[in-house]
């Protein structure tokens, strides 16, 4: 029988240190529901002290999130893991997460401790972290570059202080798959109560190993690998969840492993994350990427059609990629919308319910058919609103050959109806430089995204858009069968963002990093 490996998502706790990828509370808790539909068994969903919004965001995620355990990260001190406590003592299954470096660089030049401190110091904030928890997890980090048979000592003296599961981080992704086998072979078989506590993996990709390795150490024996939707992360990323996940349910012969995934949730998962984040995944990424079941030679063409089995080694399905499905149409009533919804796994309140169906409507009067995607989009939209300082009441474009791209916006400031008229090197640009005027924002545009949700002329573009502004970068999206009535809300809602996350800032200081 397989062995079922334990899923932890990092998503929202390592996957949002990506340069770009911070999301808001409601954005947090949206995703940690489809990590639970995902059937993730752990979720990080933040790390608790570093912030009042990570604080919010594992609180709410403990009480809202059915199914997973829930974690928060917190560093070996003792008001990382009482913060940690507070946000999670409203969880049915809760864990602390703590760690500190077991790595001679780090713990010289940065902790300024020597290794007998270290470890005094993880035994007793792992003990401390018990006094709250019977689920506690350490992580030595930086262990890949640790002395091993330190590490060991280490692992060792965590497990009998109490720590249920102990994670081998590759920090700063240096390791190779030969070498962490290695390593978890080592620790499996010469220390001391090993068997006590789950050995767990998390692998950075700064060599594009990530999941290389983390395969190679669920074969020497680790039983948790941690891993983020996409593999986004800090610097090059984290190891991709999906590759790992299908990786050993496509070579079950060969790892005699499997995971408790329900993968057919990995295509929409994928697609939430990049869309909240803002972080596009390539077209050539393994599971995930746009061309990654797209078969474009004629001999693999003509081997497919002959037998499907020839070129394909998983089946689209299999990760959620099926046609558009149409679900609903124009003379759908509310009965019909929540149930569809209920259907696709989305249990709004009735406020939201109300909210979407309005917007469902507002679609329905442009677009005939409506399908799974179009209500994804209204649900990701409604429930990671934000309060609006800026509104769009009405937007005119005109161009075409030969002729100056204008365009004349009214948007609602604060109360305040403001109308104005520019001009621009194309549509898009003559409404952002409008809007940009009105709202006198500082900020820079990274990055403009534009998509189609589904297929045909008449399919809703959705449009993201990435802002810059004192060091903060937040992502908006916009989605209408218009591209740019969906472009103009996409670089309000980044507006709406930003200024939330500016004035949080003012009040609450700047988060606190881990690694
Ligand atoms: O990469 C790392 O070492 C981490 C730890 C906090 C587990 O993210
Ligand atoms: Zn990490």
Redesign the pocket.
């Known amino acids: 029988m397989a062995r079922i490996i334990r899923i932890f998502d990092t998503t929202l706790r390592?996957g949002e240190q990506s340069p770009g990828a911070s999301m808001n509370i409601e954005e947090k808790v949206l995703v940690a529901k489809q990590l639970a539909r995902l059937r993730v068994d752990i979720i990080e969903a933040g790390f608790a002290y570093s912030s009042p919004g990570d604080f919010e965001a594992v609180r709410r995620i403990g009480q809202e999130v059915e199914g997973p355990i829930v974690c928060s990260?917190a560093r070996a001190r003792v008001e990382d893991i009482d913060r940690a406590w507070e946000a999670l003592k409203g969880a049915p299954r809760p864990r602390i997460h703590t760690?500190l470096s077991t790595s001679d660089i780090h713990l010289k030049y940065q902790f300024r401790m020597t290794r007998d401190e270290a470890l005094k110091r993880a035994v007793e904030m792992v003990r401390h972290a018990r006094g709250y928890v019977d689920d506690v997890e350490f992580?030595p980090?930086d262990a890949t570059r640790s002395d091993l048979a330190y590490l060991c000592e280490v692992v060792e003296a965590v497990i009998e202080a109490g720590a249920t599961t102990v994670?081998i981080?590759d920090?700063v992704g240096y390791t190779t798959p030969q070498e962490f086998g290695h390593i978890i072979q080592t620790l499996r078989t010469t220390v001391r109560g090993c068997d006590r506590a789950i050995l767990s993996v998390?692998c950075?990709n700064d060599l594009g190993l990530a999941v290389a390795n983390s395969l190679a150490a669920v074969l020497a024996g680790a039983g948790q690998v941690e891993c983020t939707i996409n593999g986004i992360g800090e610097r090059a990323g984290n190891a991709s969840l999906e590759e790992i996940v299908m990786g050993l349910r496509t070579r079950a012969d060969f790892y005699q492993a499997d995971t408790n995934i329900q993968t057919e949730e990995i295509s929409k998962t994928s697609r939430l994350v990049s869309k909240i984040t803002g972080m596009v995944v390539q077209p050539n990424k393994a599971i995930v990427g746009a061309n990654a079941f797209a078969h474009t030679s004629g001999i693999h063409q003509d081997g497919l059609l002959k037998e499907k089995r020839t070129y394909e080694i998983m089946r689209p399905e299999s990760i959620g990629l099926t046609q558009s499905r149409l679900v609903l149409g124009k003379l759908s009533g509310r009965h019909a919308f929540r149930e569809q919804l209920a259907k696709l796994g989305y249990s709004l309140s009735d406020e939201e319910i109300n909210a979407a169906f309005d917007r469902f409507k507002r679609l329905a009067d442009q677009k005939k058919e409506m399908f799974e995607e179009d209500l994804e989009a209204i649900v990701s939209e409604t429930a990671t609103r934000v309060p609006e300082r800026y509104t769009l009441k009405s937007l005119q474009v005109q161009s075409g050959l030969r002729q100056v791209p204008t365009a004349t916006v009214e948007l609602d400031v604060n109360g305040q109806v403001m109308k104005e008229t520019g001009t621009g090197d194309g549509p898009v640009d003559a409404v952002y430089r409008t809007i940009a005027a009105i709202t006198k924002t500082k900020s820079r545009l990274l990055a403009y995204a534009v998509k189609a949700i589904t297929g045909g002329t008449d399919a809703q573009g959705e449009v993201s858009v990435r802002l810059e502004q004192d060091d903060e970068i937040v992502t908006g999206n916009g989605a209408d069968t218009d591209i740019i009535v969906a472009s103009a809300q996409a670089y309000l809602n980044a507006l709406n963002k930003l200024a939330l996350q500016l004035e949080r800032r003012a009040q609450e200081g700047k988060k606190i990093q881990?690694?």
Do not use: A, G, Q, W
């Open positions: 390592d990260l760690f992580s980090m994670n981080p920090t998390h950075h881990t690694c």
